[in-house]
């Protein structure tokens, strides 16, 4: 079992910047592929970016926050990150950590054993 806590939301405006955490306890936090999902309001869950777990991690990222948001993991400190620049009010939304077994680039909901409260993230215009 592992237990993720989301913190670093907030409301920020357009062009800024903020930092997500992800602080796992439990399981091994290094044998974990980590992800960022992110719900905007009225529309699906859908995958953000992700990292796996072997040595500094294998990079992934959705279209929508290539070259704006970047992930990274200290698993000496079981926390994940998510930097997200150049905000913009279409990535408003709850964003949500999760942590897969599964190896490889992983980015369905479906393939994710574990999940996050959530964390709001607003960006005015």
């Known amino acids: 079992q592992v237990h993720l806590v989301e913190s670093g939301g907030g409301l920020v405006q357009a062009g800024g910047s903020l930092r997500l955490s992800c602080a796992a306890s439990?399981?091994?936090?290094?044998?974990?592929?980590m992800a960022w999902f992110r719900q905007p309001p009225g529309k699906d869950r859908e995958f953000v970016a992700g990292i796996t777990w072997s040595g500094s991690g294998t990079t992934y990222y959705a279209t929508s926050v290539k070259g704006r948001f970047t992930i990274s993991r200290d698993n000496a400190k079981n926390t994940a990150y998510l930097q997200m620049n150049s905000l913009k009010p279409e990535d408003t939304g709850v964003y949500y950590c999760?942590?897969?077994?599964?190896?490889?680039?992983?980015?369905?909901?479906?393939?994710?054993?574990?999940w996050g409260q959530g964390t709001q993230v607003t960006i005015s215009s």
């Open positions: 999760a942590a897969s077994l599964r190896v490889g680039l992983v980015t369905q909901r479906s393939e994710y054993d574990y």
């Open positions: 439990g399981r091994t936090f290094s044998g974990y592929t």
